[in-house]
């Protein structure tokens, strides 16, 4: 029954994470192309990751619903590694959010001299082969790999030392950096508040907003980051070295559920608290609606003739 469950919250989960983020991409791609923003392709890259988490749940909402199917080794392998491949570059691309954020507000006037597009594709390049080397370790290690026994999950194929290196070297750095970040950015905008009270300058009022907003919306990410994934690894690791302390099942599914909800949560995020991508959403949503409303217009009204009426000039109605 406990298999049933979770594979009816991933049935669910799956689409939703994928609709809300290409939802947002969309968005994103449509801002892009009217702003030139670079600054949202870290955003974007942030989308398309929680988008590739959702589709590799995909793949294991059948192991869930039928408790006895075993795939073959290696592709219950492959498979968890590339969910953590997808779970890892979404983390990897909040970390980058967070530090473009903190290099705008450190550094406004010289922001977009250094945000240029090579630097910008470098990154996410850096970004997508550290979450690829990640991911794909045990299949480049097979030591870090366990003789599958049960249902593919990720401690049902991967070894609990895979867990402690992607716990040291991924998610707690990560973390740390969050914070580190977000008391930054906090100190300078405490900072700039200071000074337009001073000065009483409205230029400066306005920037100060914006980072003000961009402040809110990091922090956001950072708390269901935070809530989403570190009962996970904080389990994971107590369970590497008490194995009794924890029920598997609760880590391997239902703590693990909760962290990729953090890929659902992402994109409602941007999608409420940033004013440009809910603008586009509602510009989006009102053309869909507009494009609905005018195909039912015209099954509506099929036989309608398309002979000209003819007109009656003014010198007509003058005879």
């Given at each position: 029954m406990g298999s049933l469950a979770v594979g009816i919250i991933l049935a669910v989960l799956a689409p939703l994470i994928i609709t809300a983020n290409v939802l947002v991409a969309i968005a994103l791609l449509r801002l892009i192309w009217k702003t030139g923003n670079k600054g949202h392709y870290f955003v974007l890259n942030l989308a398309a990751a929680d988008a590739m988490v959702g589709l590799s749940v995909v793949s294991l909402v059948k192991d869930e619903f039928f408790e006895h199917f075993h795939p073959p080794q290696i592709f219950c392998v492959l498979r968890m590694a590339f969910v953590t491949c997808s779970s890892a570059a979404s983390i990897l691309s909040l970390t980058l959010v967070a530090c473009y954020r903190h290099l705008a507000i450190r550094k406004p006037l010289r922001y977009i001299q250094l945000v240029t597009g090579t630097r910008v594709g470098l990154h996410l390049l850096g970004l997508w082969l550290l979450a690829a080397v990640v991911g794909f370790l045990p299949v480049l290690v097979p030591d870090f790999q366990i003789s599958l026994q049960k249902k593919c999950s990720f401690f049902g194929v991967f070894h609990l030392s895979y867990m402690l290196i992607v716990s040291c070297v991924g998610f707690f750095p990560a973390l740390f950096l969050?914070?580190?970040?977000?008391?930054?950015?906090?100190?300078?905008?405490?900072?700039?508040?200071?000074?337009?009270?001073?000065?009483?300058r409205a230029g400066l009022a306005r920037s100060s907003t914006s980072d003000m907003k961009a402040m809110r919306t990091v922090a956001m990410l950072i708390g269901c980051f935070v809530l989403s994934w570190l009962p996970f690894f904080i389990a994971g690791i107590v369970q590497t070295v008490c194995t009794e302390c924890f029920p598997h099942k609760v880590v391997d599914s239902y703590l693990w559920l909760l962290g990729l909800c953090n890929s659902l949560l992402n994109p409602l995020i941007y999608s409420y608290w940033q004013k440009d991508v809910r603008r586009q959403l509602s510009q989006l949503a009102a053309a869909v609606k507009r494009e609905v409303l005018h195909l039912g217009t015209g099954r509506c009204f099929p036989s309608r003739s398309t002979k000209s009426v003819p007109t009656v000039s003014r010198l007509q109605l003058q005879d």
């Open positions: 969050f914070i580190y970040l977000y008391c930054d950015m906090l100190k300078i905008a405490s900072v700039h508040v200071q000074q337009i009270r001073e000065v009483e």
